[in-house]
């Protein structure tokens, strides 16, 4: 069954204005320290950038903290609405239990950040996650307000016992983006309209001109982004589909494509581009920043629901997200400049090249 096309958020697209329910019991003052918990994945963090934002405009004198996971960190090393950036490494501290004398160094460094917590003297903590190890990273800032979403709303319901100010975002907060939002009522902060903000590095924009101008892709080049890899394989277009697509905006939209790969997806990617009639170029191994900087230089991205979607939507890059187990509604890249097209049936393979063709031929606008 095909998918169709849809705007990533309610209401079409439009950036909405997030209004919570009344609050019965509003947060004391002060507010002049304030952390936010969100470690993972990628794409969940970008889409919690609208949140520090918001505290940033509401508080502009407030020294705000985010607690992320190590790999995802470097998305908000020197973001201007951050004082801090507190690396959680929850994933090392896993593969050290497992090794003799691991679990002794993992509650060293659990001990280490349990300390930089209090040292911190939070006055409120925000849980963004609703897992376990989030409220309990959340209920070890000590902050005497620890808001979270309510226990039916949480991905892990006892993650509810760290938190004592509960959200239940409203029926209008369909999309993540906008339930992340809501739990910044009791703060007394509502009726945002969700902004991204991703630094631009100076090197990375660097990096990225090189490599453009080493390729000849001259500013204004149709130059469209194809990222196959994701994290799970449920989420996965087929590789067949994606080079199909490939060949048709190359003969019939002039566009130049750019393969994307992360981690062990080199030879997803030299899979595609093998047999197209017009070769398509390979990214160079990248960091987040210098992705972010590659993605702006790009007319287009067609990814399935993972990270990189996400953060090119957060540069403005027009997008077209492939869904098929994750809802698009709730999911899917934020923005006016954003389509999803949405399995009928749940499954990636669902989704034919045709449709994905002609969305994207929108997304780029008439031939020039």
Known sequence: MMGTVAAAG?????????????????????????????????????????????????????????????????ILTGHP???????????????????????????GELDGLRARLRAARFDVALDLQGLIKSGVLTALTRAPVRI?????????????????????????????????????EPLGITGVRPEFHVPVDPAAERRADEFARAHGIARGRRLVALNPGTARQSKRWPASHFRAVAERLASEADARMLLLWGPDEASLAREIASGLSV??????????????????????????????????????TPCLGLFGPTRAERNGPYGAHCRVLQSGDGTMAALEPGPVVSAARELLGPDR
């Not at 398509?280 to 993605?295: G, H, I, K, N, V």
């Open 148 to 184: 979270g979403f309510c226990r039916a709303r949480c991905r892990e319901s006892l993650s509810a016992l760290f938190t004592n100010r509960h959200v239940t975002p409203p029926p209008t907060a369909v999309h993540v983006v906008e339930q992340y939002l809501a739990l910044l």
């Open 81 to 107: 609405d951050l004082d801090a950036v507190i690396p959680v490494d929850s994933r090392r501290w896993r593969r050290l239990i497992g090794r003799p004398r691991g679990a002794r160094q993992a509650l």
């Open 279 to 316: 070769p398509p170029l390979l990214a160079p191994p990248t960091d987040l920043r210098e992705l972010a900087s590659l993605l702006r230089r790009c007319a287009l991205m067609i990814s399935g629901d993972t990270g990189p979607l996400h953060l090119a939507a957060a540069v403005g």
């Open 10 to 74: 309610p209401r079409q697209g439009l950036h909405p204005v997030i209004t919570a329910r009344p609050h019965p019991e509003p947060v004391p003052t002060p507010t002049q320290r304030i952390g936010i918990v969100k470690l993972s994945a990628f794409g969940d963090v970008v889409h919690a950038l609208p949140v520090a934002r918001a505290l940033r405009r509401a508080f502009p004198g407030a020294h705000v903290s985010w607690m992320v996971e190590a790999r995802e960190s470097g």
